[in-house]
């Protein structure tokens, strides 16, 4: 399971480094605007899915990807919000 998210991460990463031509997660790094608005537009799509009960974990997994398209653009490590949670732990 993490593993998954461990290479979509890396994949993401990767994309940063060595971009690809007509890459869509290319074009969602390079245009901080549109990132934003896909993570903004893909949340309202979650609770719409959520509260008709469609499409749950297709649209979760469309906020997963676009929010950390959107995190590493705006050079927002991932392990450092991981560092913030366990310091939130109880």
């Known amino acids: 399971?993490?593993?998954?998210?461990?290479?979509?991460?890396?994949?993401?990463r990767n994309r940063k480094k060595n971009p690809i031509k007509n890459s869509y997660t290319n074009k969602l790094l390079d245009n901080k605007s549109l990132g934003k608005e896909k993570v903004l537009e893909e949340i309202k799509e979650l609770i719409e899915a959520v509260e008709n009960n469609t499409n749950?974990?297709?649209?979760?997994?469309d906020v997963f990807y676009h929010l950390l398209v959107y995190l590493e653009a705006n050079n927002i490590k991932i392990e450092d919000i991981m560092?913030?949670?366990?310091?939130r732990k109880k």
């Not at 399971?1 to 993401?12: G, H, N, P, R, S």
């Not at 560092?83 to 310091?87: A, G, H, M, P």
């Open 1 to 12: 399971m993490l593993k998954t998210l461990e290479d979509l991460i890396l994949l993401v």
């Open 56 to 61: 749950k974990i297709h649209e979760a997994s």
């Open 83 to 87: 560092d913030e949670l366990n310091k």
